[in-house]
């Protein structure tokens, strides 16, 4: 009797350690987890490897933009101030430091990466991805109103020594944003 307690025990066991594994395969089913342009929701571990270099993007980004200073982001990611493109929404972080310092003086502010949905990955190549992030800054202003709101971007990451830094944005401009919502819908 002792023999087959102890026997299920350790089926009970082994059957728990199964259920623990990772999952390993990426879903080619659309409406699982990949989205339309190929971005899929990264593993945990990956999640992790590229919302750091997200977040300390978006904090140079407030900072310059609160400190009405772009060189605070590009003394950090030189690569953004090249190659900017208004009409496609590439590397337009100078128009937003602008922009949101007319007339008034900003504070503070508060970002969320994830505010939306979570971030999606597409690998361009081993040190190469690209990732979507679809969150919100919010300012506050000198007359403690608020400015800001919802963004949905590409950030271009590079790996190099380990790390992964910003090499170029891709922000959504609005009918973009519209053929987006569209097509996710």
Not at 55 to 61: G, K, L, P, V
Not at 109 to 129: G, Q
Not at 168 to 184: A, G, H, I, R, V
Request: glycine share 4%; proline share 3%.
């Amino acid at each position: 009797m002792k023999l087959f307690h102890f026997g299920s025990l350790i089926v009970v066991l082994l059957l728990s350690l199964i259920g623990c594994q990772q999952n390993l395969v990426i879903p080619n089913d659309l409406n699982s987890k990949k989205d339309i342009e190929g971005f899929a929701e990264p593993e945990p571990s990956d999640w992790v490897k590229y919302t750091k270099p997200v977040r300390e993007y978006m904090y140079h980004r407030t900072q310059a933009v609160i400190n009405n200073n772009i060189n605070i982001l590009w003394e950090r990611y030189p690569e953004l101030k090249e190659n900017i493109d208004h009409e496609e929404g590439v590397n337009v972080e100078k128009n937003e430091v602008e922009s949101l310092n007319q007339g008034f003086d900003l504070v503070d502010a508060n970002y969320t990466i994830e505010s939306y949905e979570r971030i999606k990955v597409s690998a361009i190549n081993d040190n190469e991805v690209t990732v979507l992030v679809h969150g919100s800054i919010v300012y506050l202003r000198d007359d403690f109103d608020e400015s800001g709101g919802e963004y949905l971007m590409k950030v271009f990451l590079k790996q190099n020594d380990n790390q992964w830094t910003v090499v170029k944005t891709d922000e959504y401009t609005l009918p973009e944003y519209k053929e987006w919502l569209q097509e996710s819908q």
